[in-house]
């Protein structure tokens, strides 16, 4: 399984959460197939993204689309990174 994490700064959680929302579907189509959303202890605005997705490749391209930019402004997401991951283990206790 790929992963992607995301850690960006938000304007305002509820509105980012609203647009976030809102793209479930076109995220769904793009390859997106379970996601958590997280925030730090102390900084309500300050958002983990984590989701599994289908391929490295269709994250990519969807999170480095022009649509997504344009999302993005709209959610009022600052400086975002993301950090692409490949699963070599997974396991519960």
Do not use: C
């Not at 809102?22 to 993204?49: C, D, F, M, T």
Request: proline share 4%; hydrophobic share 40%; net charge negative.
């Amino acid at each position: 399984m790929q992963y992607v994490l995301i850690i960006h700064e938000v304007a305002d959680y509820p509105a980012w959460k609203q647009v976030f929302d809102k793209a479930a579907k076109i995220r769904k189509e793009a390859g997106e197939r379970s996601y958590q959303v997280l925030k730090y202890e102390h900084e309500p605005n300050k958002i983990v993204h984590f989701s599994a997705w289908t391929s490295l490749e269709d994250a990519k391209r969807f999170f480095e689309s022009p649509q997504l930019v344009k999302i993005r402004a709209e959610a009022g997401v600052q400086s975002p990174d993301f950090i692409y991951l490949d699963q070599l283990e997974a396991g519960t206790l």
